[in-house]
């Protein structure tokens, strides 16, 4: 009997029937599992038998079995997923840092004004010890807050560090695998004559989404059914059957970061710069866009805090009529030689502005003949040194006499801003806060005109002659002041300096009216040191003139909250994205339980139906051979 009698349609339907039912009792047994693509059995007619009066079919075959999935929709996962994955974690860090530079009881800003309050308190009864004990107290609150912010934004680089070391190692393991499923998915094509291992094409999948989480990749499939994966500017994770690995390292110019390094077998590249998107971009970015300037800007109020109130903590006189001391103590700029200097010691940095500070740190590089200075924050470079030479920008006070036998290549790393956590209150006796004028300046009682003070201040504390009496006399249409001659200003107020002192003159003056400065010793109630203090937290001392320490503060808490928010927007938008694209590729690859269901009624009544078909050729087959007995 040929193939295309009854016997051999019925048992073509029971065979391809019962592989339809095998596929679709295997969507259903992973429906739940993750990846799995929905897979469908097809059929093809079998060739027909050829007759004198025509063709008669010979049945049904299963031709194959293809897996329901589309590459643009498994593209779109891997790249939303990887968008989602940076923005949620640049989200986490963000907010524990905005969380914490705004919290009244760990931000800066409430600690700012309290120790403030404490120098108005101080200027309203100079003489209190309770003030000028609270006061003290203010301080050490107030530098153990910028200690305290700074020290949690060293432990989030400690965290990003070790999330960089896990995501790598993350990373290696997932291109391995991915390496090795190429590898199988290969052979097994090459056994079943190029047909397509749905169920390795579907760990692979997951396994490429689970990569692009970590970071931002390219896929490129090849004609043998393996894929390549690239990264960054197109070092390649996965070759066919082969791997390759990244690794963390220090960095050459500062060994307390990390740098993300390519080892591809022959040699080691740094591809920091390089990587974006997944978790290890946000990572990377995170550190340089988010924790790096907030300590920068954290420790430019810092200094700069330190700076101006020990300026004028130093022209003013204390309890025991001695000139005051440096009110804030300060760690040194940080200075840091690269891996491998060929020189010895390191530059001197100090601050000598700390109104001109940038927020930046400074890259300090040799030629062989001379340093350049490049400001990191914008790449520009800022001054040509020679060796041995010094250098004053963006208020800092450079010396390279320090550094000898150096060579072309060796290069130093400046930090001079990371010192927020070096702040410390250098005085510990209350009686040794400063709040007097170290001079006085008076009107003479014989004096018939309307001459009158309008304000003294200390511009030089150093100054030798600083406390030494000297006599404004007025004479002559001029004032003489010890031999030299200052005319009235047209505007009604003439500004006198002398000894260190500036002294500011209002009023008419007559004929021999005098004024008399002399040495403010024992003047315990004078509160015009303490008022100074004081005012500066209304005075626009930070960023060039541009704020007080308060606004600079407030635009660092502003900055972080923005980004944060920014954060939290987009890591929104990017999971609406991202779930709009899997539910996209369950419409696609799916299992629909209804329609499986459905399926597995439709085929088993097919093969009910193939069977009855062989059960009618069995009886035809009876009844033949009954009449040839007969």
């Given amino acids: 009997m040929s193939q295309g009698g009854l016997f051999g349609i019925g048992t073509s339907a029971l065979q391809s029937y019962q592989r339809a039912l095998q596929v679709t009792g295997n969507n259903i047994a992973n429906a739940g599992t993750e990846g799995y693509s929905r897979q469908r059995l097809d059929f093809t007619a079998r060739q027909p038998e050829y007759l004198g009066f025509g063709a008669l079919g010979t049945g049904v075959q299963a031709s194959g079995v293809t897996r329901m999935a589309e590459d643009f929709v498994q593209l779109r996962i891997g790249m939303a997923s990887s968008s989602e994955s940076y923005q949620r974690t640049m989200l986490e860090f963000s907010r524990q840092l905005d969380n914490l530079l705004a919290d009244p009881e760990t931000g800066a800003g409430p600690a700012m004004q309290q120790f403030f309050a404490a120098v108005q308190d101080v200027a309203s009864d100079p003489t209190s010890a309770a003030a000028r004990q609270q006061l003290l107290a203010r301080a050490e609150v107030l530098s153990s807050r910028f200690a305290g912010l700074e020290g ?66 390219n896929t490129v499939t090849q004609d043998d059914g393996s894929v390549n994966v690239f990264m960054g500017r197109g070092q390649s994770l996965v070759l066919g059957t082969a791997a390759n690995r990244l690794q963390v390292q220090p960095m050459a110019a500062d060994p307390t970061r990390l740098d993300v390094a390519f080892d591809n077998g022959s040699a080691t590249v740094v591809v920091t710069d390089y990587l974006t998107g997944g978790r290890i971009g946000a990572l990377l970015d995170l550190r340089d866009e988010v924790l790096d300037p907030a300590s920068l800007s954290l420790g430019r109020t810092a200094l700069t805090l330190a700076e101006t109130f020990n300026a004028t903590h130093q022209a003013n006189l204390d309890l025991n009529g001695d000139l005051g001391g440096a009110f804030f103590s300060m760690a040194s700029p940080r ?6 200097n060929a020189g010895s010691g390191l530059p001197t940095l100090a601050i000598a502005d700390a109104g001109a500070l940038a927020l930046s740190d400074y890259d300090l590089r040799f030629d062989g003949s001379d340093w350049s200075l490049r400001r990191l924050a914008d790449n520009q470079t ?15 006070a450079l010396d390279l006499s320090p550094v000898t036998g150096a060579a072309a290549g060796d290069r130093f790393l400046l930090q001079p801003l990371r010192a927020a956590d070096g702040l410390a209150v250098a005085i510990t006796d209350p009686r040794a806060v400063a709040a007097a004028l170290p001079v006085t300046a008076e009107p ?34 001029a004032y003489d002041v010890g031999g030299t001659t200052v005319a009235p200003d047209a505007s009604g107020e003439t500004v006198i300096e002398a000894n260190g002192w500036r002294l500011v003159l209002r009023g008419t003056p007559a004929e021999g009216d005098v004024i008399d400065v002399r040495d403010n010793a024992g003047a315990v109630g004078d509160n015009r040191g303490a008022l100074a203090l004081a005012g500066i937290a209304e005075t626009r001392t930070v960023a060039g003139g541009t704020a007080t320490l308060a606004d600079s503060y407030a635009q660092l808490v502003s900055d972080v909250g923005v980004r944060t928010q920014r954060a939290q927007a987009n890591a929104d938008t990017q999971g609406r994205i ?14 629909n339980l209804d329609e499986e269901a459905a399926n597995l009624l439709r085929y088993q009544q097919a093969y009910a139906a193939a069977a009855q078909v062989i059960a009618t050729a069995n009886t035809m087959f009876d009844t033949l051979l009954n009449a040839m007995r007969r």
């Avoid at 680089?157 to 993350?170: F, K, M, S």
């Avoid at 199988?184 to 169920?199: F, H, K, L, M, Y």
């Fill in 382 to 396: 800022v001054g040509t040194i020679p060796a041995g030479g010094s250098l004053e920008v963006d208020g800092l």
């Fill in 444 to 477: 003479a009682a014989a004096n018939t005109g309307s001459l009158s003070v309008h304000s003294l201040t200390v511009t030089d504390a150093g100054d030798a002659a600083l406390r030494a009496p000297l006599q404004v006399r007025f004479s002559g249409g």
């Fill in 578 to 591: 991202l779930a709009d694209a899997r539910a996209q590729r369950e419409s696609v690859s799916g299992v």
């Fill in 335 to 340: 200075v840091q030689a690269a891996t491998g």
């Fill in 152 to 217: 949690e934004i060293e432990q989030q680089r400690g965290l990003v560090d070790q999330q960089l070391r896990i995501t790598v190692e993350e990373i290696n393991q997932l291109s391995t695998s991915i390496a090795d499923l190429n590898r199988q998915i290969v052979e097994a094509r090459g056994r079943s004559g190029g047909r397509t291992p749905n169920d390795l094409l579907d760990r692979r999948d997951v396994l490429l989404q689970q990569l692009a989480e970590r970071v931002g990749i």
